[in-house]
């Protein structure tokens, strides 16, 4: 299976007045940080909410059936994806270290 593989097309939400190129920046982001995924992602959604106290991204991604949820704010949208990009790419990477269950 190639890298592409593991990554899929996240579902984008928004609330309140979001820049067309803020959706565009986490959508990018959010890819980027997949691409760590240690298994295929099954399910990307992405939400972006300019009506909470600052700007507001969050990352619901199912990981081959563990679920990963992350949430940043930030003071401009592009504050708040990055933060949300580490925190996910931080997730993932535990993911990839935890032992297996079966």
Do not use: C, W
């Not at 309140?16 to 691409?35: R, S």
């Not at 399910?43 to 909470?52: I, M, N, S």
């Not at 704010?73 to 990009?85: H, I, K, P, S, Y």
Request: proline fraction near 6%; charged fraction near 30%.
């Amino acid at each position: 299976m190639e890298r592409d593989e593991l990554v899929i097309h996240p579902q984008v939400h928004t609330h309140g007045t979001v820049p067309t190129d803020a959706a565009e920046y986490a959508v990018g982001k959010l890819t980027a940080a997949l691409h760590h995924a240690p298994a295929p992602v099954l399910r990307a959604e992405l939400t972006l909410e300019a009506e909470a106290p600052g700007d507001r991204v969050d990352a619901h991604v199912d990981v081959n059936g563990a679920g990963v949820h992350v949430h940043a704010v930030g003071e401009t949208f592009q504050e708040a994806t990055d933060l949300m990009q580490d925190r996910l790419r931080s997730r993932l990477r535990r993911i990839r270290r935890r032992p297996s269950r079966r």
